[in-house]
């Protein structure tokens, strides 16, 4: 949100560095609480909107609308990119509506036109399934969750996202002296991968399994919740570069990014 | 009995999707084939095949597996390693 005189609300403006590739999509705000917004969505490039971004946006008008307050955006928000959706933005409220995502992504992903294969698309489903599922029927969020995926020419991104209790405040039930929540998603997301957590074999185990296949040649897993995030990429099945950051403003809930390619970094 | 599990479907991702199907199984296969089936998550493996396999191991009885290949195989050894039904599945596979 931009300064401006007191008491008048000024507009939040949304810059196109957060919805591309590597975008958080940060400039969108969800917070603990809704606020009245205005966002300015006039200099974004359709082509280079990421899934995480338009999830966070779809998931902002939803808060605000259920908590009543206004949103005014200055330009509709962008479809993904031209064509190239694999799935457009979707609100999932229950596990039903993610099984048909997952049935609907798993016949129509392969066409002439892509480099999607089976390999890469394995990790989508499991990602849509077990992240989805998590957040629509264990209670995380009341507010079901929001999906999209897109493809560019043989790479994949996909996002899954929730208004939820979120990871660091799940794991500080068990460990309240941890305090760091982009440490306390990175334990969540390795206990998931070494099989120590309560669920093994299943959520960010399952998947790191999948982005760690032969088959993919470069993948990256981002999750962003509370005040943390944690980045991992991935090339040739070994785990290259691992990142844990502190972000000044906090999310509601837990924002998870997989993109994955045979030519990472993706090009717009 | 066999079950062949291209009948419903080629992606099974949804611990929804195996209750439902579990549900809507009214006999104890006895092969389960999976040709034709080209992704199987982990949540789903666990929660059909497992309970089916473990259902059959506490009956004494055997189901085999046929048709399972590449990632589906990996994902279903895990499972059946996480139940302790590895040794279990070794058996009715000789």
């Known amino acids: 949100m931009t300064g401006g005189p007191a008491g008048v609300a000024q507009p939040s403006r949304v810059s196109c560095e957060s919805a591309g590739a590597d975008g958080w999509g940060d400039d969108v705000p969800l917070g603990e609480t809704a606020e009245a917004l205005h966002l300015d969505l006039s200099d974004l490039v359709p082509d280079q909107v990421n899934p995480l971004f338009l999830t966070r946006l779809a998931a902002c008008r939803h808060q605000c609308s259920r908590h009543g307050m206004p949103l005014r955006c200055t330009a509709e928000a962008p479809a993904l990119g031209r064509g190239e959706s694999l799935i457009p933005v979707m609100h999932v409220t229950d596990a039903e509506m993610i099984d048909r995502v997952v049935q609907d992504l798993s016949t129509d992903f392969e066409s002439p036109d892509t480099k999607v294969t089976a390999a890469i698309v394995n990790p989508l489903l499991i990602a849509i399934s077990e ?138 | 009995m066999e079950l062949k599990l291209a009948d419903s479907g080629t992606a099974f991702a949804t611990r929804f999707r195996a209750r439902r199907m579990l549900a809507a199984l009214d006999y104890e296969p006895e092969v389960i084939d999976f040709e034709g089936v080209r992704s199987i998550s982990h949540s789903f493996a666990d929660e059909f095949l497992g309970k089916i396999l473990q259902r059959a191991a506490d009956r004494g009885r055997s189901v085999a597996l046929i048709n399972l290949e590449g990632k589906a195989s990996e994902t279903v050894e895990e499972m059946l390693r996480y139940r302790g039904l590895d040794d279990v599945q070794t058996r009715l596979a000789a």
């Open chain 1, 131 to 268: 992240l989805g599922e998590n957040a629509t029927t264990h209670g995380a969020s009341e507010n079901g969750a929001w999906v999209a995926a897109r493809h560019e020419r043989g790479w994949c991104s996909v996002t899954v996202g929730d208004l939820g209790m979120g990871i660091p405040r799940h794991i500080s039930k068990r460990v309240p002296e941890l305090d760091d929540d982009g440490v306390a998603i990175k334990r969540a997301v390795e206990q998931g991968a070494s099989g120590a957590g309560k669920q093994r074999g299943v959520g960010y185990g399952g998947l790191i399994k999948d982005l760690t296949c032969p088959e993919i040649d470069h993948a990256r897993l981002r999750v962003w919740s509370g005040a943390g995030r944690f980045t991992v990429a991935f090339q040739a099945g070994e785990a290259v570069h691992s990142q844990v950051e502190a972000v000044p403003v906090a999310t509601a809930g837990t924002w998870v990014s997989v993109d994955l390619s045979s030519s990472y970094p993706p090009t717009a």
